[in-house]
């Protein structure tokens, strides 16, 4: 009988981490699927694809076509539209769908987080007076922090941004995750930070700069995250893993 095939929407340590655990199971065939944002993503332990699909439509003639029996949205809670056209891809397509939903991060004792609900608003949340900001949001939305040249950035991004997208007196730093506390410390006091702009993406592998900031009372301004559609849905890779493994009993 065919193994039922498996397309997980990817980009996030937790697609990488349901792909190594599907990785050797013999009972599954998965597929991950990048959008292709990042110039040399890791080589992934199962097949593979990257770019769009082509909104809904495409992804729908996607799981018809290959045929796909079971979708994974693990996508990074920003990634909004991939989210949207995944439910609506699997209900034209009638293909199952479970998402992985990371939990946010929560504030602690000690946290001086201002809360804003896009990036426009992180901007005007930095205010008049000119600091120094560690800006770590992804390449994609840098374009609102050149209405505000008055303060100096530095940047960190897995690839580096569009010179075009970047406000005038700024410092790019390439680096991936996971990041850990100690150098994230040294960071923020060795580039003197005043304040850092960065997403509520949740997950470990990006929370150190949260706890660095809570040790040196530094401010964070968080982008709050988008609102999901719904779905059925757990918190991590080993959870899907369980919630798959269910499913293929239940399918027979
Ligand atoms: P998005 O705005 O939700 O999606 C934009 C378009 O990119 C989608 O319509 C789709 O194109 C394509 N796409 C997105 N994820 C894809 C995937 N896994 N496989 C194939 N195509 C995909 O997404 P985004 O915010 O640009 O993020 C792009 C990717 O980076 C996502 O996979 C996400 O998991 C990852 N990522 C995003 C962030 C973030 O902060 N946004 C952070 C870390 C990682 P078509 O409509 O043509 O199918």
């Not at 655990?21 to 080589?43: I, Y």
């Not at 991939?82 to 609506?88: D, P, R």
């Not at 946290?111 to 000119?130: H, K, N, P």
Request: aromatic fraction near 6%; charged fraction near 25%.
């Amino acid at each position: 009988m065919r193994r039922p095939r498996l397309l997980i929407l990817g980009g996030t340590s937790e697609a990488s981490e349901l792909a190594r655990q599907l990785a050797d199971d013999n009972r599954f065939d998965p597929c991950l699927s990048l959008a292709g944002r990042t110039k040399a993503p890791a080589r992934p332990p199962i097949a593979f694809r990257i770019g769009g699909f082509g909104g809904p439509e495409g992804l729908a003639d996607y799981l018809r076509d290959e045929p796909i029996d079971l979708i994974v949205d693990a996508t990074h809670p920003f990634a909004e539209r991939m989210k949207h056209n995944a439910i609506a891809a699997a209900a034209q397509a009638d293909v199952p769908l479970l998402a992985i939903r990371r939990p946010e991060w929560q504030p602690q004792a000690g946290d001086r987080w201002t809360v804003v609900s896009d990036m426009q608003a992180a901007v005007s949340a930095l205010g008049e007076s000119t600091l120094r900001v560690f800006v770590t949001i992804g390449q994609k939305e840098l374009a609102p922090f050149r209405a505000a040249p008055q303060h100096s950035y530095v940047i960190r991004s897995v690839d580096p941004p569009a010179p075009d997208s970047l406000p005038p007196d700024t410092q790019v730093i390439t680096a991936r995750g996971p990041f850990d506390e100690a150098a994230e410390r040294d960071l923020l006091a060795g580039r003197k930070i005043d304040v850092i702009v960065t997403k509520n993406s949740g997950g470990s592998a990006t929370y150190a700069k949260l706890a660095a900031a809570r040790g040196l009372g530094l401010p964070v301004i968080l982008v709050a995250r988008p609102a999901h559609p719904q779905a059925e849905a757990v918190e991590t890779a080993g959870e899907a893993v369980v919630w798959i493994e269910g499913w293929l009993a239940r399918r027979g």
